[in-house]
């Protein structure tokens, strides 16, 4: 449980109701620990004893004790619950927001490393566990010692009336006993409650893997291969949850085994003691229960805190990946950035291999480069430095004279826009979408940015809500050619004075691509731009080509230039051009 300390962070925050969760807690313990044994030794004897002797009003009045102690122990279970409910929804809600952050603050290579299934159930499964080891767990550990104490307290109470009752107290050194198994159950349960968490996140991954691409899947006919992959994954998932099974339903009744031995011994002695039933063995017996029924929920508390240790592995995962990208302390001041770009010496692997490999390049600010070469020549890496998506190795990339690494990443993102190959609409309306290049955009200024991206005459004809019209998830109601323009608009209306455009490799209709040449004209104009030139298409906006080869740059000039001197680009040039 000392893991979960840092934690309690969270707790604190809903204090109040905590606190009163538990105080209703306690009443409850208590209610149940002392006040039904008390309750029995009150009635019974009343009713059963004395029988007629009683007036028929007492024996109601005494009888009315039961639902007296019921509503005191029913409310007060009732507070506790609904309160440990809802500070434990609040707890959820503080851990997931702080993970989610955690998320978003890792860098790209993360993401290319983990499966987004796999930490799909870390944010959402692992972190229930860790609200219940927190809270649930710090309720039971208050509400059952409290049952326990009652119960041993109306004992003791009995005990000093009756001399016989302290054979009651071999039956509650039976309790030590019962502490074995929660033992040795417990550590058997945090592997495999860890294999579980471990699963789901596979099973997640496979449930992601199978509605991310249904296109690919049907064309592929994959159907059957993707149904098979989960149905192992859920057999697996099966085989691990139960051996948790196994393990946490074992403890219940170890623990009555070993409690029913002292009862045992109890009944005996009371029966050769010449005990009265009503009076003495019912409130004992209540007693008695009282006592190990604690027990046995305190074990299964033990097993809740091995299964939310499992968890928390998964979720501290996450909160502690280092930073491989971190701010610099004092980021240096970036703003009226010109665009003026500079490699230097620059290296760069994602493993062993450079994909960069001794870059120098100096590019000045508005100028349009066009970036060309061969699949897996490095034109995407080069651009992804910029933005700094990863850090080089060696050397250094800076942009107005500052190393990309002594500004802040906001700033410099803030100052670079980015059109992607095919770029991802969110699931909100098509205005929405645009706004994202400036959260602070009017309504007027997103028009104006569509217009400028040739996107506005089919927001306006062919959507039913114009630019009201929800996308769908990743804009999957719009067609390549659509969800283009609607990410050139959002890069005008972004206005950042870098650019990287990386062109489309799917084949768009020449309407389309006539209009997205178009808008690209317009939007390069005054900035510096990467175009990553997959069809040459755009070439002849660039006033400048890099021809990369393995890594180099093989290839630095005008295209009237390289095309004499580059036998690679011409070579790639003319396959293009047919
Ligand atoms: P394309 O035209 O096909 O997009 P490219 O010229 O943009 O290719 P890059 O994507 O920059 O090429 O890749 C350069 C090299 O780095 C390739 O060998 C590629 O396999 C490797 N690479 C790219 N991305 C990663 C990654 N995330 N992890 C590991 N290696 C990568």
Redesign the pocket.
């Known amino acids: 449980m000392k893991r979960f300390l840092p934690y309690y962070k969270y707790l604190l925050r809903v204090r109040w109701p905590f606190i009163a969760a538990l105080l209703a807690g306690a009443v409850f313990g208590a209610a149940s620990g002392a006040g039904l044994p008390w309750m029995m030794k009150k009635v019974l004897p009343e009713i059963f004893g004395q029988g007629a002797e009683v007036p028929l009003m007492q024996l109601i009045g005494v009888a009315l004790i039961m639902p007296g102690v019921f509503l005191v122990r029913g409310l007060s279970q009732f507070i506790n619950n609904y309160l440990i409910q809802y500070c434990g929804l609040r707890v959820l809600e503080y851990i997931q927001v702080d993970v989610f952050a955690r998320l978003q603050k890792l860098p ?2 993360f993401f ?1 490393k983990h499966k987004s299934g796999d930490l799909l159930s870390r944010l959402m499964g692992d972190t229930q566990m860790m609200r219940m080891a927190l809270v649930e767990i710090s309720n039971d550990i208050i509400i059952q010692p409290m049952q326990m104490v009652g119960a041993i307290g109306f004992l003791v109470y009995m005990s000093m009336q009756k001399s016989e009752f302290f054979f009651l107290y071999i039956c509650l050194a039976t309790i030590p006993v019962c502490v074995m198994p929660i033992q040795m159950i417990g550590k058997k349960l945090f592997k495999k409650a860890k294999a579980v968490q471990e699963q789901t996140g596979d099973l997640t991954a496979s449930v992601t893997d199978g509605l991310q691409a249904p296109m690919e899947i049907r064309s592929y006919n994959m159907q059957d291969g993707i149904v098979n992959t989960f149905q192992n994954q859920v057999i697996r998932l099966f085989k691990a949850r139960m051996k948790v099974v196994k393990y946490d339903k074992m403890l219940g009744p170890a623990i009555e085994f070993v409690s029913a031995c002292g009862v045992a011994v109890a009944i005996v002695y009371a029966g050769r003691a010449g005990l009265n039933f009503e009076a003495d063995m019912m409130p004992l017996l209540m007693a008695l229960y009282m006592c190990y029924d604690p027990i046995k929920k305190l074990g299964k508390i033990h097993t809740k805190i091995q299964r939310g240790n499992a968890s928390l592995d998964r979720v501290e995962y996450l909160l502690h990946y280092p930073d491989e990208l971190p701010d610099a302390e004092k980021p240096v001041p970036f703003e009226d950035v010109a665009g003026r770009i500079r490699f230097e010496a620059v290296n760069f692997a ?2 062993e ?1 450079l ?2 490999d001794n870059i120098h390049l100096e590019i000045p600010a508005g100028q349009v480069v066009a ?1 060309v ?12 430095l910029i933005p700094r998506f990863y850090d080089v190795n060696e050397g250094c990339v800076f942009v107005d004279g500052h190393d990309v690494r002594a500004v802040s990443k906001s700033d410099l993102r803030g100052a670079i826009g980015v059109v992607s190959q095919s770029p991802v609409l969110f699931n909100a309306t098509v205005l929405e979408n645009i706004r994202i290049g400036n959260p602070e955009a009017s309504d007027a200024d997103v028009f104006e940015a569509a217009k400028k991206a040739h996107a506005h005459e089919f927001i306006e004809s062919s959507l039913d809500d114009s630019y009201h019209t929800m996308v769908g998830e990743k804009g999957t109601r719009l067609s390549g050619g659509q969800r283009q323009r609607i990410a050139i608009a959002r890069a005008f209306l972004k206005n950042a004075p870098i650019l990287i455009l ?1 062109e489309a ?1 799917s084949a768009l209709d020449s309407e389309s691509e006539a209009k997205i040449q178009e808008a690209l004209e317009e939007l390069v104009k005054g900035r510096t731009t990467f175009i ?1 030139a ?1 069809r040459f298409s755009t070439i002849k906006i660039a006033d400048r080509i890099l021809v ?1 080869d393995r ?1 180099h740059i093989v290839a630095d000039g005008p295209h009237e230039d390289i095309y004499d001197s580059s036998g690679l680009y011409r070579d790639l040039y003319d396959r293009q051009s047919g």
Do not use: M, V
């Open positions: 790209l290579k290319q994602y493993d291999q994909a960069l970036l070469g061969p699949s897996g020549a490095g034109k995407s890496t080069f651009a992804s990386d490799t990553i997959h990369f890594g």
